[in-house]
Protein backbone atom coordinates (compact mmCIF):
# COMPACT_ATOMS: atom_id res chain seq x y z
CA UNK A 1 0.00 0.00 0.00
CA UNK A 2 2.47 2.57 0.90
CA UNK A 3 4.31 1.90 -2.54
CA UNK A 4 0.69 3.03 -4.20
CA UNK A 5 0.66 5.63 -2.41
CA UNK A 6 4.77 6.72 -3.44
CA UNK A 7 3.02 6.56 -7.01
CA UNK A 8 0.41 8.77 -6.82
CA UNK A 9 2.79 11.55 -5.11
CA UNK A 10 5.07 11.77 -7.49
CA UNK A 11 2.76 11.83 -10.43
CA UNK A 12 0.88 14.60 -8.03
CA UNK A 13 3.85 16.32 -7.27
CA UNK A 14 5.06 15.74 -11.08
CA UNK A 15 2.25 17.03 -12.15
CA UNK A 16 2.49 20.68 -10.81
CA UNK A 17 6.25 20.84 -10.93
CA UNK A 18 5.42 20.91 -14.95
CA UNK A 19 2.28 23.22 -14.38
CA UNK A 20 3.93 25.72 -13.01
CA UNK A 21 7.04 25.80 -14.49
CA UNK A 22 5.18 25.99 -18.03
CA UNK A 23 3.23 28.78 -16.69
CA UNK A 24 6.44 30.36 -14.88
CA UNK A 25 8.31 30.60 -18.56
CA UNK A 26 4.90 31.14 -20.62
CA UNK A 27 5.11 27.23 -22.64
CA UNK A 28 2.72 24.73 -22.86
CA UNK A 29 2.59 22.08 -20.16
CA UNK A 30 2.95 19.91 -23.85
CA UNK A 31 6.51 20.51 -24.13
CA UNK A 32 7.24 19.23 -20.80
CA UNK A 33 5.08 15.91 -20.82
CA UNK A 34 5.92 14.70 -24.39
CA UNK A 35 9.30 13.36 -23.57
CA UNK A 36 8.38 11.94 -20.66
CA UNK A 37 5.08 10.13 -22.10
CA UNK A 38 7.66 8.82 -24.82
CA UNK A 39 10.14 7.54 -22.56
CA UNK A 40 7.38 5.67 -20.56
CA UNK A 41 5.87 4.20 -23.10
CA UNK A 42 9.26 2.86 -24.70
CA UNK A 43 9.60 1.53 -20.55
CA UNK A 44 6.76 -0.13 -20.33
CA UNK A 45 7.09 -1.26 -23.80
CA UNK A 46 10.47 -2.92 -23.16
CA UNK A 47 9.48 -4.42 -20.31
CA UNK A 48 6.48 -6.43 -21.43
CA UNK A 49 9.06 -7.39 -24.63
CA UNK A 50 11.14 -8.71 -21.95
CA UNK A 51 8.48 -10.56 -19.51
CA UNK A 52 7.08 -12.20 -22.84
CA UNK A 53 10.72 -13.37 -24.04
CA UNK A 54 11.84 -14.59 -20.51
CA UNK A 55 8.32 -16.20 -19.44
CA UNK A 56 9.15 -19.71 -19.73
CA UNK A 57 12.84 -19.55 -19.39
CA UNK A 58 14.19 -20.64 -15.68
CA UNK A 59 17.24 -20.47 -13.96
CA UNK A 60 18.73 -19.53 -11.15
CA UNK A 61 17.51 -16.25 -9.44
CA UNK A 62 20.87 -14.33 -9.99
CA UNK A 63 21.56 -15.54 -13.26
CA UNK A 64 17.64 -14.54 -14.13
CA UNK A 65 18.08 -11.25 -13.10
CA UNK A 66 21.41 -10.63 -15.37
CA UNK A 67 19.40 -11.92 -18.22
CA UNK A 68 16.00 -9.84 -17.57
CA UNK A 69 18.11 -6.93 -16.92
CA UNK A 70 20.63 -7.06 -20.08
CA UNK A 71 17.43 -7.66 -22.40
CA UNK A 72 15.40 -4.86 -20.98
CA UNK A 73 18.41 -2.38 -21.27
CA UNK A 74 19.22 -3.79 -25.07
CA UNK A 75 15.37 -3.47 -25.89
CA UNK A 76 15.42 0.20 -24.11
CA UNK A 77 18.42 1.63 -26.09
CA UNK A 78 17.14 -0.50 -29.70
CA UNK A 79 13.58 1.18 -29.11
CA UNK A 80 15.36 5.12 -28.55
CA UNK A 81 17.54 4.56 -31.43
CA UNK A 82 14.59 3.40 -33.62
CA UNK A 83 12.15 6.03 -32.83
CA UNK A 84 14.91 8.35 -32.59
CA UNK A 85 13.91 10.13 -29.53
CA UNK A 86 15.69 13.50 -28.45
CA UNK A 87 16.60 12.39 -24.68
CA UNK A 88 18.61 9.47 -26.45
CA UNK A 89 20.34 11.76 -28.74
CA UNK A 90 21.54 13.72 -26.11
CA UNK A 91 22.29 11.04 -24.08
CA UNK A 92 24.55 9.72 -27.30
CA UNK A 93 26.13 13.13 -28.14
CA UNK A 94 27.25 12.73 -24.21
CA UNK A 95 28.26 9.36 -24.52
CA UNK A 96 30.04 9.27 -27.35
CA UNK A 97 33.49 11.15 -26.83
CA UNK A 98 33.61 9.17 -23.69
CA UNK A 99 34.02 5.89 -25.53
CA UNK A 100 35.83 7.32 -27.85
CA UNK A 101 38.61 8.76 -25.57
CA UNK A 102 38.73 5.35 -23.63
CA UNK A 103 38.90 3.35 -27.28
CA UNK A 104 42.04 5.22 -28.31
CA UNK A 105 43.86 4.77 -24.87
CA UNK A 106 43.22 1.06 -24.64
CA UNK A 107 44.97 1.16 -28.30
CA UNK A 108 47.93 3.51 -27.72
CA UNK A 109 48.54 1.34 -24.92
Known sequence: MFLYGLI???ILGLS???LFAAREINLTCYLFIKP???QMTISISAVVA???MVNNVEYINIVMLIIKGGLFALLYVLLNY???TS???CFSEQVMPVLQKKIRYKVES
Open 16 to 18: LNI
Open 8 to 10: IQA
Open 36 to 38: ILV
Open 50 to 52: TTY
Open 82 to 84: IIK
Open 87 to 89: SFN
